[in-house]
């Protein structure tokens, strides 16, 4: 309620800033960030809209720059946590040329949009154009980090997901199977990476009735890794260090 209060407060002086629409513009976006932290859509779209406004005054006719995608992007985020997808759609499509046109094709800002926007896509159903991004993004991670490095994990993750959805159940489970290999490899058996994985794997597996077993054994290792970790969660704040430092501390350097 305190937070709340202040951030009230400091959306009523805006007014002061009048006169400098950089940093008003950096201010919405941040108070509009605490907002959408608090699932207060509206008020956070109203902010990154304004941000936005401003950030196109101070441009005037020159190309669209990275704040102006991030601002973007913002909105984009607002949108899907209202399930307005199409909406969401535009917006990050429209970040995601600018993106381009500023960085380059595969910048890891420019992978960060098309995950993202792969993602609102898979929302609407439109599988074909959900996988080709997370393709084109698993493609810029390899390229970027190698074969073996958990943001490869993560989009195949993303991957395995989409193509899960569209029914291609034995080649998401191959996809799936690599996430899970890479991640066993990066954090270890006992970590929310591996069972993550180990949870998707038997979603995935769960679709092919005669696997129905090796899904559930699936699911039960991965309950037991979340049941042991909570347990060492627990320990660790008795003994005065927070569960999430202990589980840090343990994970290898990315």
Same mark, same amino acid.
């Given at each position: 309620a305190k937070l709340r209060e202040i951030i009230d407060q400091t959306v009523a002086r805006?007014?002061?800033?009048? $006169?400098?629409?950089?940093?008003?513009?950096?201010? $919405?976006?941040?108070?509009?960030?605490?907002?959408? =932290?608090?699932?207060?859509?509206?008020?956070?779209?109203?902010?990154?809209?304004?941000?936005? =406004?401003?950030?196109?005054?101070?441009?005037? $006719?020159?190309?669209?720059?990275?704040?102006?995608?991030q601002c973007l992007n913002y909105l984009g985020l607002v949108y899907s946590g209202q399930s307005r997808w199409p909406e969401a759609e535009e917006r990050h499509t429209e970040a995601l040329q600018i993106q381009q046109a500023h960085f380059g094709p595969k910048h890891p800002t420019v992978a960060d949009t098309m995950s993202t926007l792969g993602w609102v896509l898979m929302q609407q159903a439109k599988l074909d154009e959900a996988e080709n991004y997370f393709r084109l993004v698993l493609g810029m991670q390899r390229e970027r980090h190698g074969a073996r490095h958990p943001?490869?994990?993560?989009?195949?993750?993303?991957?395995?997901?989409?193509?899960?959805?569209?029914?291609?159940?034995?080649?998401?489970?191959?996809?799936?199977?690599?996430?899970? =290999?890479?991640?066993?490899?990066?954090?270890?058996? $006992?970590?929310?990476?591996?069972?993550?994985?180990?949870?998707l794997l038997a979603v995935t597996m769960a679709i092919d009735l005669p696997r129905l077993g090796r899904a559930l054994q699936l699911y039960r290792e991965a309950f037991e890794i979340r049941e042991r970790l909570a347990r060492s969660d627990s320990s660790a704040r008795q003994t005065g260090t927070t569960g999430a430092s202990a589980v840090v501390a343990s994970q290898p350097a990315k």
């Open positions: 805006k007014k002061e800033l009048a $006169d400098q629409p950089e940093l008003a513009a950096s201010v $919405d976006e941040a108070l509009g960030g605490a907002y959408f =932290r608090m699932a207060e859509y509206q008020r956070a779209e109203t902010l990154f809209k304004e941000a936005l =406004r401003l950030r196109e005054f101070v441009l005037g $006719d020159r190309e669209p720059t990275p704040e102006i995608a943001n490869v994990a993560t989009a195949l993750t993303r991957l395995g997901t989409v193509l899960t959805q569209a029914g291609r159940v034995r080649d998401a489970e191959e996809v799936l199977q690599e996430a899970y =290999r890479i991640n066993l490899e990066a954090f270890g058996h $006992d970590s929310l990476e591996v069972a993550g994985s180990l949870n």
